[in-house]
């Protein structure tokens, strides 16, 4: 592997997405940041979930919320639903694995709360399920996808689309927005 080529060619992928990504996720992104910071100060909390490199996204930004991003400030809510091997391995074994994270959502979301679904394909089935079991809760079903936003369009709002059909990129860019909504969130609580 040329390193120096993997890094050129990632930085003009990036460069490429910037362009455009950030007129584009404009308006969900700050509708997202308000549907958190109102959650957190009514008492809600938010709840992340994917699969693969999206759960550790998940797992990522909701440390983020309950320990710090980049200022030391009280612990705020938030939970990944990837972490529980027993509730995961028995909500997929008793039920299916299509429910891995709708289940915890119905044990765990309440009215005001925001469901955050993180998928780059924008159609895995357990975190579709979950964002409509978010929706059934009262809470907010919002969604990071990729491509061209998949299943998610229609079952997330706000919906946060990375326009590339490359799931490292997407999934870097996810990161990228993840930490600005972290860094939206913990200025509101600094
Ligand atoms: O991280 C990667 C690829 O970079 C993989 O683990 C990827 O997350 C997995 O293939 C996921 O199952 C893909 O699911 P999704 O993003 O399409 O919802
Ligand atoms: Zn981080």
Redesign the pocket.
Known sequence: MDIAQFFDKEVEEHAKLVQTLGPAIKEPFLRLCESCRTSIRQGGKILFF?????AADAQHLATEIVVRYKVNRRALPAIALTTDTSILTATANDFSFEEIFSRQVEALARPGDVAIGI???G??PN?LKALEAARAAGAVAAGFAGRDGGTMVGCADPLIIVPSSV??RI?EMHILIGHMLCEAIEADFA
Not at 50 to 54: C, E, I, L, T
């Open positions: 994917g699969n693969g490199g999206s998928s780059t394909s159609k895995s975190v799931t490292a999934q």
